[in-house]
Nanobody, 125 residues
Framework: QARLVESGGGLVQAGGSLRLSCAVS????????MGWFRQGPGKESEFAAT????????HYADSVKGRFTISRDNAKNTVYLEMNSLRPEDSAVYFC??????????????????WGQGTQVTVSS
């Protein structure tokens, strides 16, 4: 049974940084593209970043491009989201998700088969 567990969220001041981690078990991690989504208070879920199964290609939402970096370590079955220059509007619950996909990537939620429970990120102004 697949299990995705996010960690690393917390409270940070605007301009600060956080690094989220998502530890994955119960699936062949290297066969899955991984994504990060977020949902702020009163907002719909929003795509943030994705990385192909090999880690060779990444894609970002315009709202986070240049500030966030997604990476993965297939030896550790873990995907990361490095978040810099955080803004209050980045406050959200951040979810990692797995998409069985060899070489490609998706931004739509329905393409992702497995999801974590989320980790809260709060950016104070």
């Amino acid at each position: 049974q697949a299990r995705l567990v996010e960690s690393g969220g917390g409270l940070v001041q605007a301009g600060g940084s956080l690094r989220l981690s998502c530890a994955v078990s119960g699936l062949t991690f290297s066969n899955y593209a991984m994504g990060w989504f977020r949902q702020g208070p009163g907002k719909e879920s929003e795509f943030a970043a994705t990385i192909t199964n090999s880690g060779g290609t990444t894609h970002y939402a315009d709202s986070v491009k240049g500030r966030f970096t997604i990476s993965r370590d297939n030896a550790k079955n873990t995907v990361y989201l490095e978040m810099n220059s955080l803004r209050p509007e980045d406050s959200a619950v951040y979810f990692c998700a797995a998409d069985w996909n060899l070489g490609g990537w998706h931004t739509a939620r329905h393409e992702y088969e497995y999801w974590g429970q989320g980790t809260q990120v709060t950016v104070s102004s």
